[in-house]
């Protein structure tokens, strides 16, 4: 990211069960340097609860990411990955144009030890506490019955399961936002938006790599693909037995792709990566693609090397849009529809970076900061049950 708003300082109220406190000393130059509206740090003794929302800004409206449990090595870990976090939520959520600010929470812990029903309903206090100002979702190791039980205690969650009045499983949608990203990166580069008889490879193939896959192969597209997961793999090759194998990310960022699509864990994208990488477009669902961010970065590299990105944040918006949509009374066509969106933005991201001769991560910033600058309205918006 490039730019950023002015800083603000504020303290959320507490609640009976939970202690939000402003942060610690180490938490300000970090603050400073990012612009972050507000971070709140919570401790709950009776069940161990250790989590922190970083809120980047509300100036779309209430700040919407998800909650990530995930058995950091130090608090301070956590907390640089909470504001790296959300302040990429805030890009999207405006890029992809929810009037939505960005945030995030992480819980700090082993979620396969550590979580239990008693600190989800603490988490959910500690949310419901912030007055609005953040919504939670599903994130890396929380999911839709987790958000069930936030949202016995807040109505400032979404991804709750169908029966609880949510949208379920984003991952749907999620893949269909990367696709629609594919096609417009396709039409922009070799003026055509249909993938038919291109060669796509796949760097992970879990729930939305799988329905990727599916997606590409109904639009004729040739699809290789690699997971760490070996029984992922299987699984996607006994239901689409012509898709082929690499034997692993290293063989297929250098075997003859058309486009490469990063869709398991982030910094798919180094310098030793793009040197080797032999597609002509970059499109996946992977957050945070980019080892190396802001000028002279990876996105200069994969520039110099005539290879076009289009930005992570943008095409996997999917899912964001999805629960977004749930707070309105979800409707999976309207959804859809709105995720169809992303093939207008990311040909818009990738004309204003050729028109200016930067790169498409640069474009994307701009853009999100200019909407973020020109509606700023600051309001809360509180959805209901």
């Excluded at 938006?193 to 060669?199: D, I, N, R």
Aim: with cysteine; proline share 4%.
């Amino acid at each position: 990211m490039t730019m950023s708003p002015p800083s603000t300082s504020t303290s959320p109220s507490t609640s009976p069960s939970t202690s939000p406190s402003q942060g610690s000393p180490s938490a300000q130059p970090l603050l400073s340097a990012l612009g972050h509206e507000q971070v709140a740090f919570c401790h709950d003794r009776a069940t161990g609860l250790r989590a922190i929302i970083g809120i980047y800004s509300t100036a779309l409206g209430p700040a919407l990411g998800g909650t990530r449990f995930y058995p950091y090595q130090s608090e301070q870990a956590a907390l640089q990955d909470v504001l790296r976090l959300s302040r990429a939520m805030a890009y999207k959520n405006a890029l992809c144009g929810l009037d939505h600010g960005g945030g995030k929470a992480v819980i700090i812990g082993d979620p396969a030890t550590g979580k239990s029903e008693a600190l989800l309903r603490a988490f959910g206090r500690f949310v419901q506490s912030l007055g609005g100002r953040y919504v939670t979702a599903a994130d890396v190791g929380t999911y839709v019955a987790d958000m069930d039980i936030i949202g016995k205690e807040t109505r400032f969650v979404t991804g709750r399961s169908e029966a609880n009045g949510g949208a379920g499983d984003s991952s749907v949608l999620t893949a269909y936002g990367v696709f629609q990203g594919m096609c417009a990166s396709a039409a922009h580069v070799w003026g055509n938006p249909s993938l038919a008889g291109k060669t796509v490879g796949i760097a992970g193939v879990g729930k939305v790599g799988h329905l990727l896959t599916a997606l590409l192969l109904e639009n004729g597209a040739r699809v290789v693909v690699t997971d760490v997961n070996s029984s992922a793999v299987k699984a996607l090759r006994e239901k689409h037995r012509e898709i082929d194998v690499a034997a692993d990310v290293s063989a297929l960022v250098r075997s003859e792709l058309d486009v490469y699509a990063p869709c398991a864990l982030g910094g798919a994208l180094d310098d030793a990566t793009v040197k080797v990488l032999q597609a002509k477009v970059v499109c996946g669902a992977a957050n945070n693609q980019l080892v190396v961010e802001g000028a002279g970065g990876t996105a200069q590299t994969l520039m110099a090397r005539g290879i076009t990105y289009a930005p992570d944040f943008l095409v996997n918006a999917g899912g964001v849009i999805q629960v977004s949509d749930e707070l309105h009374g979800f409707d999976f066509a309207r959804a859809k529809q709105r995720t169809a969106g992303i093939f207008d933005a990311t040909g818009s991201v990738l004309r204003v970076a050729a028109d200016k001769g930067i790169s498409p991560a640069e474009a994307a910033d701009h853009l999100a900061e200019e909407r973020m600058a020109q509606v700023g309205s600051n309001q809360i918006w509180l959805p209901t049950r």
